[in-house]
């Protein structure tokens, strides 16, 4: 199970902490609690409320077999990222947004494609053919795709839902999602509209600390959602191997018929002999009994 979450952890690591009251858009009036030192206040408890409801969503998204995509360029969050999304085998961005991420994805798909071209180049030895300034080009387009797309290599179709830290500055993502109506889940500052997000996060998306403390509660139920899906695997798996069974038993008595076959031909050859010489000996009984009968006559 996931871990349960606790105001308290989310208080210690700085997730109620909004922008300044001037930066505020109104849309966040209903997760804000207080205005303290010019400073918006979030309602913690609505926030770990709302961090259950994603990861009830998470969770069964992640057990249907989809990818989450993971986005966050801004530096605090780079890092934190790449280590929880990673860890979850999930597909991330942390570099530049690559335009058409998601509405181009053909094209994406072949940029990536293009990654695993050069390494058979390199493995077939063809790479060595090349002259020195065109491996070196080479050598610079990979790092180049490594840098950008590298993270997403395992993204074979588009991601079944988009996890966004800080929806202000990844607009561009959010606005790719919408478009082709992949569900959006992020984090969100007081800073920013809600409503472009379909499950809302309402959290300090600034401090490393409080982006980590989301981030594993978020993972943490991706991972159950994907070892819920390996165990119904295996569940069937092993359905598949027991009905397998019975019907492998009912196959092997073939061999019976072959058995029995020269049985009856055994039996019956022997029955003339018995009835044949059982008279001879019938006969031959008497005889012994009438002899000494005669000796007596004759004394």
């Known amino acids: 199970m996931a871990n349960k979450i606790e105001v308290k952890d989310l208080l210690e690591a700085g ?16 997760y804000i609690y ?10 913690l408890y609505k926030t770990a409320a709302k961090i259950e409801e994603a990861n009830e969503a998470l969770k069964k998204i992640a057990a249907s077999g989809r990818k989450i995509l993971f986005v966050a360029t801004k530096k605090q969050a780079k890092d934190i990222v790449a280590e929880k999304a990673g860890k979850a085998n999930m597909p991330y ?21 293009k990654m695993a071209s050069i390494d058979r180049m390199k493995k077939d030895g063809t790479f060595l053919t090349l002259s020195k300034k065109e491996r070196l080009q080479v050598d ?4 180049k795709l490594e840098k950008n797309l590298g993270s997403i290599n395992d993204m074979t179709r588009l991601p079944g839902a988009l ?30 509209d809600p409503r472009q997000v379909e499950y809302v996060i309402p959290a300090n998306d600034d401090a490393s600390k409080s982006i980590e403390n ?38 092997t008595p073939a061999p019976k018929a072959v058995v029995e076959t020269p049985a009856p031909a055994v039996a019956e050859a022997p029955a003339p002999v018995v009835t044949e010489e059982a008279p001879k000996a019938e ?17």
Not at 15 to 30: C, Q, S, Y
Not at 34 to 43: D, K, L, V
Not at 140 to 143: D, F, S, V
Not at 164 to 192: C, G, W, Y
Request: charged residues 30%; positive net charge; hydrophobic residues 45%.
């Open 283 to 299: 006969a031959a009984a008497p005889a012994a009994t009438e002899a000494p009968a005669k000796e007596d006559e004759t004394k």
């Open 15 to 30: 997730v109620h902490f909004g922008h300044l009251t001037r930066k505020w858009d109104p849309n966040m009036a209903p």
């Open 163 to 192: 996890f966004v830290v800080d929806i202000k500055r990844e607009h561009i993502a959010i606005k790719e999602a919408q478009k082709l109506n992949i569900p959006i889940f992020a984090m969100v500052d007081t800073n920013s």
């Open 93 to 113: 961005i942390t570099e530049r947004w690559p335009g058409g991420m998601l509405t181009n994805f053909v094209t994406i798909r072949k940029a990536v494609k």
């Open 34 to 43: 207080m205005e303290r030192n010019g400073i918006h206040i979030i309602n």
């Open 214 to 251: 989301i981030l594993t509660h978020v993972t943490d139920a991706v991972i159950e959602g994907l070892s819920e899906r390996k165990a119904e695997k295996d569940a069937k798996k092993a359905d598949k191997e027991e009905v397998a069974a019975p019907k492998a038993a009912k196959e």
């Open 140 to 143: 610079r387009l990979r790092a």
